[in-house]
T-cell receptor, first 113, second 115 residues
Framework: AQSVTQLDSHVSVSEGTPVLLRCNYS??????LFWYVQHPNKGLQLLLK??????LVKGINGFEAEFKKSETSFHLTKPSAHMSDAAEYFC???????????FGTGTRLLVSP | DAGVTQSPTHLIKTRGQHVTLRCSPI?????VSWYQQVLGQGPQFIFQ???????GRGNFPDRFSARQFPNYSSELNVNALLLGDSALYLC??????????????FGSGTQLSVL
């Protein structure tokens, strides 16, 4: 079975500083990997997805992630945090012959002024 | 265009009761998936339906069932509710069902509380 591990349950940054949210994956074959964001009382929103076309994936709102097969990692980064980035972030892997998403446990991003 | 809509937004039930949650996908989307999100955890896959047929099922008991209608809307049914069924239930829709081509759009969910 495929799985993802989010290495930090909480990450705190100051506005304007870089963001790094860490994710390692476990997969027996080339995975489809995603990052989703969940703001309070709102639905999950897709930030970006990796499907083997390019190892550096650019997403919405200035986020990007790099797929590193040798490290089995798919870390999410942003050069400069904004207050509106405060939310729960989920690293996700797709499993099976259908659209079953396996979510990590989430990382709560806190942004202080 | 309307996004994925779910109803009701909140629901309170007692143990042993039955509940039906509803989902309307984005217009043109033929695939609907259901996820359960317990407080403090990531969502867990329950079902995927495509063209009115079950295409995938997660590790949930038979008390959980679902169906998809000709207009692609969907219902999730849970029988004999347990306290542990208290969670946010999320519905997601996508254009097709192919793995690797997922772009799922999630609704805001139904918050179910079982007392």
């Amino acid at each position: 079975a495929q799985s993802v591990t989010q290495l930090d349950s909480h990450v705190s940054v100051s506005e304007g500083t870089p963001v790094l949210l860490r994710c390692n994956y476990s997969s027996s074959y080339s995975p489809s990997l995603f990052w989703y964001v969940q703001h309070p009382n709102k639905g999950l929103q897709l930030l970006l997805k990796y499907t083997s076309a390019a190892t550096l994936v650019k997403g919405i709102n200035g986020f990007e992630a790099e797929f590193k097969k040798s490290e089995t990692s798919f870390h999410l980064t942003k050069p400069s945090a904004h207050m509106s980035d405060a939310a729960e972030y989920f690293c996700v892997v797709s499993e099976g012959g259908f659209q079953k998403l396996v979510f990590g446990t989430g990382t709560r991003l806190l942004v202080s002024p | 265009d309307a996004g994925v809509t779910q109803s009701p937004t909140h629901l309170i039930k007692t143990r042993g009761q039955h509940v039906t949650l509803r989902c309307s996908p984005i217009s043109g989307h033929k695939s609907v998936s259901w996820y359960q999100q317990v407080l403090g955890q990531g969502p867990q896959f329950i079902f995927q339906y495509y063209e009115k047929e079950e295409r995938g099922r997660g590790n949930f008991p038979d008390r959980f069932s679902a169906r998809q209608f000709p207009n692609y809307s969907s219902e999730l049914n849970v029988n004999a509710l347990l306290l542990g069924d208290s969670a946010l239930y999320l519905c997601a829709s996508s254009l097709d069902r192919a793995r690797g081509n997922e772009k799922l759009f999630f609704g805001s969910g139904t918050q179910l509380s079982v007392l």
